[in-house]
């Protein structure tokens, strides 16, 4: 629990949002300002900031409650997919770590992921992957 943290509150049920899940270790609840229709946010009880912030403990059960919130709005709001995402720091708008899981239907429209893409010189992309292999070593 953080004082101040938005997210907190409402688990704390001191702010109300509609909520869709709770298990001992995280809760579900709809984005008040949705994509689509049942885009649903996942954040674990204890209050951390980024991904890199989740103690491992903790990964299986905010994943796999994403995993069963995708499964609950195709099978029961119809949708035909999803789209499940996470900002850390950059355009995190709250500082408490949330999954995304949004709703998508073929045609839908959305548009707002769109990434600009770019291209590796050549052998550029060998020296992107042997930094990141050492980075994880
Ligand atoms: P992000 O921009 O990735 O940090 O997502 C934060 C989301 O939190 C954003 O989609 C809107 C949602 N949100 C902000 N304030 C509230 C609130 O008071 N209640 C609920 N239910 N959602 C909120």
Request: glycine content about 8%; proline content about 6%; aromatic content about 8%.
């Amino acid at each position: 629990m953080s004082d101040g943290c938005l997210f907190c509150d409402i688990i704390a049920g001191t702010v109300p949002a509609s909520i869709v899940l709770e298990t001992e270790n995280v809760v579900g609840f709809l984005d008040v300002r949705p994509v689509f229709k049942g885009h649903t946010l996942l954040v674990p009880r204890r209050h951390v900031v980024t991904l890199s912030d989740l103690p491992e403990p903790l990964i299986v059960p905010l994943f796999s409650s994403a995993q069963r919130v995708a499964d609950a709005v195709t099978s029961g709001l119809g949708a035909q997919g999803t789209f499940v995402a996470m900002n850390n720091v950059v355009s995190q708008s709250v500082a408490h770590l949330h999954v995304h899981v949004v709703p998508r239907t073929k045609g839908d429209g959305l548009r707002g992921f769109f990434w600009p893409r770019t291209k590796y010189a050549d052998g550029e992309a060998e020296q992107y992957a042997a930094t990141l292999r050492e980075a994880l070593a």
